[in-house]
Protein backbone atom coordinates (compact mmCIF):
# COMPACT_ATOMS: atom_id res chain seq x y z
CA UNK A 1 0.00 0.00 0.00
CA UNK A 2 2.77 2.30 0.93
CA UNK A 3 6.56 2.88 1.27
CA UNK A 4 5.81 3.20 5.00
CA UNK A 5 3.18 1.00 6.79
CA UNK A 6 4.13 3.00 10.34
CA UNK A 7 1.16 5.19 11.26
CA UNK A 8 2.00 8.75 11.75
CA UNK A 9 -1.28 8.62 14.04
CA UNK A 10 -2.41 6.13 16.73
CA UNK A 11 -6.11 6.41 17.33
CA UNK A 12 -7.24 5.56 20.52
CA UNK A 13 -11.06 5.02 19.77
CA UNK A 14 -14.08 6.42 22.52
CA UNK A 15 -16.51 3.47 23.39
CA UNK A 16 -19.06 4.78 21.92
CA UNK A 17 -20.68 4.72 18.16
CA UNK A 18 -21.32 7.92 16.28
CA UNK A 19 -23.99 8.66 14.03
CA UNK A 20 -25.01 11.45 10.88
CA UNK A 21 -26.46 13.78 13.73
CA UNK A 22 -23.88 13.08 16.47
CA UNK A 23 -20.47 12.07 14.78
CA UNK A 24 -19.30 16.05 15.59
CA UNK A 25 -19.33 15.03 18.69
CA UNK A 26 -15.99 12.68 18.04
CA UNK A 27 -13.90 16.45 17.69
CA UNK A 28 -12.34 16.39 21.28
CA UNK A 29 -11.39 12.44 20.98
CA UNK A 30 -9.96 13.38 17.33
CA UNK A 31 -7.90 16.35 18.49
CA UNK A 32 -6.14 14.35 21.56
CA UNK A 33 -5.33 11.97 18.64
CA UNK A 34 -3.93 14.32 16.29
CA UNK A 35 -2.79 16.14 19.00
CA UNK A 36 -4.45 19.25 18.41
CA UNK A 37 -3.55 19.42 14.37
CA UNK A 38 -5.45 19.00 11.25
CA UNK A 39 -5.30 15.54 9.49
CA UNK A 40 -4.38 16.68 6.66
CA UNK A 41 -2.22 20.37 7.01
CA UNK A 42 -0.84 19.87 10.23
CA UNK A 43 -2.14 23.04 11.26
CA UNK A 44 -2.50 23.67 14.90
CA UNK A 45 -5.75 24.34 16.47
CA UNK A 46 -4.85 27.20 18.54
CA UNK A 47 -4.29 28.73 15.08
CA UNK A 48 -7.15 28.42 13.37
CA UNK A 49 -9.71 28.16 15.84
CA UNK A 50 -12.13 25.04 17.61
CA UNK A 51 -15.32 26.60 15.88
CA UNK A 52 -13.09 26.45 12.25
CA UNK A 53 -11.67 22.82 12.96
CA UNK A 54 -14.09 20.32 11.62
CA UNK A 55 -15.07 16.88 11.69
CA UNK A 56 -14.10 15.18 7.99
CA UNK A 57 -15.18 11.90 6.85
CA UNK A 58 -12.02 10.64 5.18
CA UNK A 59 -13.81 8.04 2.95
CA UNK A 60 -17.25 10.07 2.40
CA UNK A 61 -18.56 6.77 -0.11
CA UNK A 62 -18.69 4.66 2.88
CA UNK A 63 -22.41 4.08 3.57
CA UNK A 64 -24.15 3.48 7.13
CA UNK A 65 -22.72 3.18 10.42
CA UNK A 66 -19.08 2.80 8.69
CA UNK A 67 -19.47 6.21 7.61
CA UNK A 68 -19.50 7.47 10.94
CA UNK A 69 -17.02 4.97 12.35
CA UNK A 70 -14.67 6.71 14.29
CA UNK A 71 -11.54 5.08 12.24
CA UNK A 72 -13.16 7.12 9.34
CA UNK A 73 -13.59 10.71 10.99
CA UNK A 74 -10.53 13.12 11.34
CA UNK A 75 -9.97 16.33 12.48
CA UNK A 76 -9.40 18.80 9.14
CA UNK A 77 -9.38 22.72 9.38
CA UNK A 78 -12.68 24.09 7.50
CA UNK A 79 -10.25 24.99 4.32
CA UNK A 80 -9.17 21.14 4.01
CA UNK A 81 -12.16 19.69 4.80
CA UNK A 82 -13.76 22.07 1.88
CA UNK A 83 -11.31 21.34 -0.32
CA UNK A 84 -11.53 17.99 -0.10
CA UNK A 85 -15.18 17.85 -0.02
CA UNK A 86 -16.55 14.42 -1.20
CA UNK A 87 -13.48 13.59 -3.47
CA UNK A 88 -12.32 10.35 -3.81
CA UNK A 89 -10.36 8.49 -6.49
CA UNK A 90 -12.25 6.23 -8.83
CA UNK A 91 -10.90 2.24 -8.94
CA UNK A 92 -8.64 2.79 -11.96
CA UNK A 93 -6.96 5.26 -10.48
CA UNK A 94 -6.68 3.67 -7.04
CA UNK A 95 -4.74 0.98 -8.69
CA UNK A 96 -2.19 3.18 -10.22
CA UNK A 97 -1.54 4.34 -6.89
CA UNK A 98 -3.87 7.78 -6.30
CA UNK A 99 -5.85 7.72 -3.43
CA UNK A 100 -5.43 9.92 -0.21
CA UNK A 101 -2.80 9.56 2.20
CA UNK A 102 -4.34 8.11 5.54
CA UNK A 103 -1.92 8.94 8.62
CA UNK A 104 -3.41 6.32 11.35
CA UNK A 105 -2.05 3.42 8.54
CA UNK A 106 0.94 4.61 7.61
CA UNK A 107 3.47 7.57 7.26
CA UNK A 108 2.40 10.50 4.84
CA UNK A 109 4.44 13.51 5.22
CA UNK A 110 8.44 12.23 4.81
CA UNK A 111 7.46 9.62 2.73
CA UNK A 112 4.57 10.76 0.08
CA UNK A 113 4.90 14.63 0.81
CA UNK A 114 7.74 16.86 1.04
CA UNK A 115 8.50 20.32 1.48
CA UNK A 116 10.49 22.60 -0.44
CA UNK A 117 13.20 24.46 1.94
CA UNK A 118 13.37 27.37 -0.55
CA UNK A 119 9.63 28.27 -1.62
CA UNK A 120 8.15 26.26 0.93
CA UNK A 121 5.67 24.79 -1.09
CA UNK A 122 4.72 20.70 -0.51
CA UNK A 123 6.19 18.46 -2.98
CA UNK A 124 4.64 14.59 -4.02
CA UNK A 125 7.09 12.32 -4.86
CA UNK A 126 4.46 9.47 -5.22
CA UNK A 127 1.05 9.18 -7.17
CA UNK A 128 -1.19 9.39 -4.41
CA UNK A 129 1.44 12.16 -2.57
CA UNK A 130 0.62 14.37 -5.51
CA UNK A 131 -3.35 13.94 -5.16
CA UNK A 132 -3.27 14.73 -1.64
CA UNK A 133 -1.43 17.95 -1.57
CA UNK A 134 -3.86 18.70 -4.82
CA UNK A 135 -7.33 17.37 -3.53
CA UNK A 136 -6.69 18.59 0.15
CA UNK A 137 -5.35 22.14 -1.47
CA UNK A 138 -2.36 22.53 0.88
CA UNK A 139 -0.53 24.52 -1.16
CA UNK A 140 -2.71 27.23 -0.55
CA UNK A 141 -1.22 30.64 0.33
CA UNK A 142 -1.92 30.88 3.65
CA UNK A 143 -0.15 27.38 4.31
CA UNK A 144 2.73 28.08 2.47
CA UNK A 145 2.92 31.72 4.07
CA UNK A 146 2.80 29.52 7.65
CA UNK A 147 5.95 27.25 6.83
CA UNK A 148 7.97 29.91 5.64
CA UNK A 149 7.20 31.48 9.07
CA UNK A 150 7.74 28.85 10.93
CA UNK A 151 11.29 28.36 9.45
CA UNK A 152 12.35 31.70 9.86
CA UNK A 153 10.90 31.63 13.70
CA UNK A 154 12.96 28.32 13.98
CA UNK A 155 16.10 29.87 12.76
CA UNK A 156 15.46 33.51 14.59
CA UNK A 157 15.57 30.59 17.95
CA UNK A 158 18.84 29.01 17.57
CA UNK A 159 20.41 32.33 17.00
CA UNK A 160 22.98 33.47 20.02
CA UNK A 161 20.42 35.81 20.62
CA UNK A 162 17.29 34.27 21.93
CA UNK A 163 17.92 32.09 25.10
CA UNK A 164 16.41 31.10 27.77
CA UNK A 165 19.02 32.71 29.93
CA UNK A 166 19.13 35.82 28.24
CA UNK A 167 16.69 38.97 28.48
CA UNK A 168 15.65 40.60 25.33
CA UNK A 169 15.54 44.28 24.50
CA UNK A 170 13.53 45.54 21.66
CA UNK A 171 12.72 49.39 20.98
CA UNK A 172 14.30 50.25 24.66
CA UNK A 173 12.06 47.53 26.46
CA UNK A 174 13.40 44.45 28.39
CA UNK A 175 11.43 41.14 27.55
CA UNK A 176 12.57 38.44 30.18
CA UNK A 177 12.06 35.02 29.11
CA UNK A 178 10.97 35.99 25.13
CA UNK A 179 11.92 32.82 23.70
CA UNK A 180 10.29 30.81 25.74
CA UNK A 181 6.89 32.68 24.01
CA UNK A 182 8.01 32.67 21.29
CA UNK A 183 9.17 28.88 21.15
CA UNK A 184 5.53 28.18 22.62
CA UNK A 185 4.30 29.97 19.47
CA UNK A 186 6.56 27.47 17.18
CA UNK A 187 4.97 24.67 18.71
CA UNK A 188 1.85 25.77 17.86
CA UNK A 189 2.33 26.19 14.39
CA UNK A 190 3.02 23.93 11.15
CA UNK A 191 6.16 21.44 12.34
CA UNK A 192 9.15 20.82 10.32
CA UNK A 193 8.63 18.80 7.04
CA UNK A 194 11.71 16.92 5.33
CA UNK A 195 12.76 18.52 2.32
CA UNK A 196 12.72 15.87 -1.05
CA UNK A 197 15.14 12.95 -0.97
CA UNK A 198 18.14 13.55 -3.07
CA UNK A 199 17.33 11.64 -6.49
CA UNK A 200 13.53 11.61 -6.41
CA UNK A 201 11.81 14.36 -8.76
CA UNK A 202 10.08 17.12 -6.50
CA UNK A 203 7.01 18.06 -8.29
CA UNK A 204 3.47 19.92 -6.64
CA UNK A 205 1.06 18.59 -8.36
Known sequence: MSPSTKPRIKKNPPDRQFTESTYRKAKPYLLVDFEGRCAYSLQHVNRVGVKTMDVDHFNPLLKGLA???????????RHTNGSKTNLWPSRALRKAGVRFLDPTKETDYGVHIFEDPKTHLLVGVTPAGKYHIRCCDLNAPHLVIERSDRTKLSKLLVSSAFTLENDIYWDGKKFKGLSSD????LDRMIPYIPPPPDGQPAQTN
Open 67 to 77: RHKYSNLFPAT
Open 182 to 185: LRAI
